[in-house]
């Protein structure tokens, strides 16, 4: 079956780092989204990953390893605004995203 | 340049009553895409369109019907509404599919049926 699974909610302090999990198993697998969503608002594009690695974009940082189907999603420099659920999506083999959960990040002053 | 738009908002129905979603984009996107959210679950793709006068079917299509007959504009129909569908909706839109290719969504309707 497909699967994708990340933790429900994660709290972390101002200023810190905080990593996101995220497990995947689907069919036809090319490469996995994550996506940012304010409460109340839409899912906006935070990054892809293809290959296996870190690709890096200014405090957001996501991995992938394509083996052990995982990947994480690392914000540096946490701020208030950063407070928001963060989703996981991977490809299946009709190119559609199967979408996790998502996993609630509350930042503390 | 308004990206994706949706409307309406907000709608509450009784059980049995009929409405039409409508999602319009203006980045001259190929894909579009309907889904729903609800509480504790992922995203999950109701119907979807490649083109310009197509449709396909996506993970949950049962109650719903689509069309897309004009490229800017994907319409999501509830025949016969029931408190099951209670839900937000999202429309999204993008240029390819798959990898290398961001959906970009509209702001989501809220939906309530009573």
């Known amino acids: 079956g497909q699967n994708i699974d990340q933790p429900t909610e994660m709290t972390a302090t101002e200023g810190a780092i905080v990593q996101i999990n995220c497990t995947y198993q689907?069919?036809?697998?090319?490469?996995l989204f994550w996506y940012q969503q304010h409460a109340g608002e839409a899912p906006t594009f935070l990054s892809y990953?293809?290959l296996d690695g870190l690709e890096e974009k200014g405090r957001f940082s996501s991995f992938l390893s394509r083996s052990k189907g995982y990947s994480y999603l690392l914000l540096k420099e946490l701020q208030m605004k950063d407070s928001a659920s963060y989703l996981c999506?991977?490809?299946?083999?009709?190119?559609?995203?199967?979408w996790g959960a998502g996993t609630k990040l509350i930042i503390k002053p | 340049n308004a990206g994706v738009t949706q409307t309406p908002k907000f709608r509450v129905l009784k059980t049995g009553q009929s409405m039409t979603l409508l999602c319009a984009q203006d980045?001259?996107?190929?894909?579009m895409y309907w889904y729903r959210q609800d509480p504790g679950m992922g995203l999950r793709l109701i119907h979807y369109?490649?083109?310009?006068?197509?449709?396909a079917k996506g993970e949950v299509p049962d109650g719903y019907n689509v069309s897309r007959l004009k490229k800017q504009n994907f319409l999501l129909g509830l025949e016969s509404a029931a408190p099951s569908q209670t839900s937000v909706y999202f429309c999204?839109?993008?240029?390819?599919?798959?990898?290398?290719?961001?959906?970009?969504f509209g702001p989501g309707t809220r939906l309530t049926v009573l």
């Open positions: 999506a991977a490809t299946d083999s009709n190119y559609q995203l199967i």
């Open positions: 999204a839109s993008s240029q390819g599919q798959g990898i290398y290719n961001e959906q970009f």
């Open positions: 369109s490649v083109g310009e006068g197509t449709t």
């Open positions: 980045m001259n996107h190929e894909y």
């Open positions: 689907t069919s036809g697998f090319n490469g």
């Open positions: 990953n293809v």
